[in-house]
């Protein structure tokens, strides 16, 4: 009692700086206020504790309210954390739902996440910020070690997907109604990198800041071989000015600019090591900015959004060259103020390679073409950033139709396929691609159709006769296609030996699997069979067959005879496990509820060969 007394006579402003403690939680913060009515109105009252408070428990949100912040003054914090939490209940009721309403679905469509809504968009009543809020929530979801809860990790992935790619949307459409000064390579580099990594937090601040070193190192060795050089006069708004827009000009003089490139040159390639990845040329990772700036290692087309990059931070322009079979920058001493500026020699940096400088004398094969592709010098005209963007969507998705990385490689190809569709809305290629993909989906058709029946009515004479027989072939497919929503419970035969969520592994390909469903006999089609000589197995066709998620990533039909109990059980890493289960075990996974209802009587023989084998 003395001690409360005691605390009550402190300063309101060594309460307050008490109550910042960054041990204590919000919840903490709370109950204290509780204790008396003093406490309650120092603690409610302090909108200075409660914005500490906010990015105490929400650290990553800090960057958004700051540039928030200089628009709109937030008169009470303690507001935006009770609209935090009320944002993040609401989603995770939500979620919660998603597998009793979609256990069938492998991909949901758009129109199906249409209640998230007005969760995050402010046109529909959400809090100007909730895009953010549910974003935070969802990847801390995906990414807590500790979470148990498997079929909500496997939601949530969809969802923070959804959100961020309608958010990225109406961020392009943004992006490409600025003036072409304003049309960054690295802003829309960064947009490819958010769009195809929606489970990460990747921040064009933190882009920015790595490419911000590189240019400090640079300046460095710049400094120790030309210390007189006169960019170390330059202005700091200068600086600034350059990092933020397109230049039309290199801002130095001939000797000058090639001082500072043969910097850059050294530093990105010599001191970073930054290279081509020949290796792995196809993966989709080599074309995410963020990834190529943290491995040193991309593909042309990034590795030259980079050091076109650094090179605009210290006034030196350089051109991105989409050649159909390799991407180079393109840099010439002088771009304006010059009548015959065509004249002037073209050197191309090959970036892919150590940054060599290519000329027409000296232009190597590249890329598997049979010819230097500058041969032909300069006719080629320098890629808009929207260009570099749309070539970036078509590398992802050649990466995504790769059979190299099975895991999520439906849902990877989904979403380079939209990203495709986002940048070019009305190439009838891009929509049959995209069409086709909904379709083995059974995925909702609405908006192709739409913008389908659009080009149909309004396009060039050119278009409407695709975007006509397109059209037909989708609603030929809707007529036809058929959603069963009804779960088929499964009855066991003493014929089935093992049940789902056993881990199990494949004696004749040796691989470990979970089991997801099975067949009292096999179900394939008889090219399947054939195909693979089931009817060269012991029992033929007229056995078990399982369905089974494998540790490579992929989804399998395995015969009975060929699997046997994993004798060291391990976790399955699987991109649609949590579609099936809400638990790992360390011996076997646990079904999650609609699994379960579809095979209710395979908990027990799960549980007793479990028992008997562990």
């Known amino acids: 009692m003395a001690e409360d007394v005691l605390i009550t006579f402190m300063p309101n402003e060594v309460i307050e700086l008490i109550m910042e403690n960054d041990e204590l939680s919000i919840q903490d913060t709370v109950n204290f206020s509780l204790s008396c009515k003093h406490l309650h109105r120092i603690v409610f009252g302090s909108n200075k504790l409660w914005r500490t408070k906010f990015f105490m428990r929400w650290p990553l949100l800090k960057e958004t309210y700051c540039e928030y912040e200089k628009h709109n003054k937030i008169k009470n914090w303690l507001l935006e954390v009770q609209a935090s939490y009320e944002s993040r209940k609401k989603l995770m009721q939500k979620l919660t739902k998603m597998s009793a309403k979609y256990y069938k679905k492998q991909e949901l469509s758009h129109s199906e996440f249409e209640d998230f809504d007005p969760l995050f968009r402010p046109d529909k009543g959400s809090h100007p910020l909730a895009y953010h809020f549910l974003v935070d929530e969802l990847i801390t979801l995906i990414e807590h070690p500790t979470m148990q809860n498997l079929t909500d990790k496997y939601y949530a992935y969809k969802i923070v997907r959804h959100l961020k790619q309608s958010y990225l949307t109406d961020e392009w459409h943004r992006f490409i109604t600025l003036p072409s000064e304003k049309q960054l390579l690295e802003q829309g580099a960064t947009l490819v990198a958010q769009w195809s990594q929606p489970e990460k937090h990747v921040r064009y601040s933190y882009i920015r800041g790595m490419l911000d070193d590189i240019v400090e190192q640079a300046k460095e060795v710049l400094k120790e071989r030309y210390s007189s050089h006169p960019i170390f006069a330059t202005p700091p708004e200068t600086l600034e000015y350059w ?318 005879e060929n699997l046997v109990m994993a004798v060291n059980p391990v976790w399955i890493d699987h991109y649609e496990t949590g579609r099936y289960f809400c638990q790992f075990k360390g011996t076997h996974y646990v079904p999650n509820d609609e699994k379960a209802k579809e095979y209710p009587e395979d908990v027990n023989v799960r549980d007793e060969l479990i028992t008997r084998y562990f």
């Not at 609405?446 to 975007?467: H, N, W």
């Not at 012991?538 to 998620?549: D, E, I, K, L, R």
Request: hydrophobic fraction near 40%.
């Open 243 to 560: 990092k933020n827009n397109n230049i039309d000009d290199n801002q130095w003089a001939p000797a000058e600019t090639k001082q500072i490139m043969a910097a850059l040159c050294e530093v990105m390639f010599n001191k970073l090591d930054f290279h081509g990845n020949s290796e792995m040329y196809y993966s989709a990772e080599n074309s995410f900015i963020d990834r190529v700036l943290e491995l040193k290692r991309g593909i042309p087309i990034t590795l030259a959004i980079v050091f076109e990059s650094i090179c605009r931070r210290v006034g030196v322009k350089c051109e991105p060259i989409s050649f159909p079979a390799h991407f180079l920058l393109r840099w010439k001493e002088k771009y304006t103020g010059n009548s015959d500026t065509d004249s002037i020699e073209n050197f191309y940096i090959d970036v892919f390679n150590g940054g060599q400088f290519l000329t027409r004398q000296n232009c190597p094969r590249l890329g598997g073409v049979s010819k230097c592709p500058i041969e032909r010098y300069n006719i080629h005209r320098p890629a808009t950033a929207i260009e570099v963007v749309e070539r970036m969507a078509n590398n992802l998705e050649v990466a995504g139709r790769q059979r190299t990385h099975l895991n999520g490689r439906a849902a990877r190809l989904r979403s380079a396929l939209e990203l495709l569709y986002m940048v070019r809305p009305h190439d009838t290629g891009v929509i049959l691609h995209l069409a086709r993909f909904y379709m083995l989906y059974q995925m909702d058709l609405t908006q192709l159709v739409d913008v389908l029946t659009y080009l149909k009515r309004d396009a060039e004479l050119t278009s409407r006769g695709p975007a006509n027989h397109i059209l037909q072939m989708l609603q030929d497919y809707e007529k036809r296609v058929v959603n069963d929503e009804i779960i088929e419970v499964k009855k066991r035969t003493a014929n089935v030996k093992f049940a789902i969520g056993m881990i199990m592994e494949h004696q004749k390909y040796d691989y470990l699997c979970v089991i997801t469903g099975w067949d009292l006999k096999c179900e394939a089609s008889p090219e399947w069979i054939t195909e693979m000589g089931v009817d060269e197995l012991s029992h033929g066709a007229n056995q078990p067959f399982y369905n089974v998620f494998a540790h490579d990533g992929s989804s399998r039909y395995a015969a009975q």
